[in-house]
């Protein structure tokens, strides 16, 4: 497993952008897929995003398409989310999860076996 922070959450207004940063060590993280999810009070934590291994396939969920972009700089062992547009409904917490097994497509949560610990988001309108 992997080791992963997250950071960049806070509050912003509706229409604003955010750039949510996971930062991992203890292993090479080029090995590894990773996915964004996030999860709002009283929901499910669902995928956002995500990044495959090896050939870097990027995958959305259609609620974000657009806004969001995922990114990796495998020399700095981080992966970005960077959330343009942001609306109240992009409210959540946000943890990013990594995957020796995702080469892309569906992020399914299950996959992912290494888990940041979450940064919050908060979009005012």
């Known amino acids: 497993q992997v080791k992963l922070v997250e950071s960049g959450g806070g509050l912003v207004q509706a229409g604003g952008s955010l750039r949510l940063s996971c930062a991992a060590s203890g292993r090479t993280f080029s090995s590894y897929g990773v996915g964004w999810f996030r999860q709002a009070p009283g929901k499910e934590r669902d995928a956002v995003a995500a990044?495959?291994?090896?050939?870097?396939?990027?995958s959305y969920v259609d609620s974000v398409k657009g806004r969001f972009t995922i990114s990796r700089d495998n020399a700095k062992n981080t992966v970005y989310l960077q959330m343009n547009s942001l609306k109240p409904e992009d409210t959540a917490v946000y943890y990013c999860?990594?995957?020796?097994?995702?080469?892309?497509?569906?992020?399914?949560?299950?996959?992912?076996?290494?888990w940041g610990q979450g940064t919050p988001v908060t979009v005012s309108s």
């Open positions: 999860a990594a995957s020796e097994n995702y080469y892309g497509g569906s992020a399914y949560s299950n996959l992912f076996d290494s």
């Open positions: 990044i495959g291994r090896t050939f870097g396939r990027v």
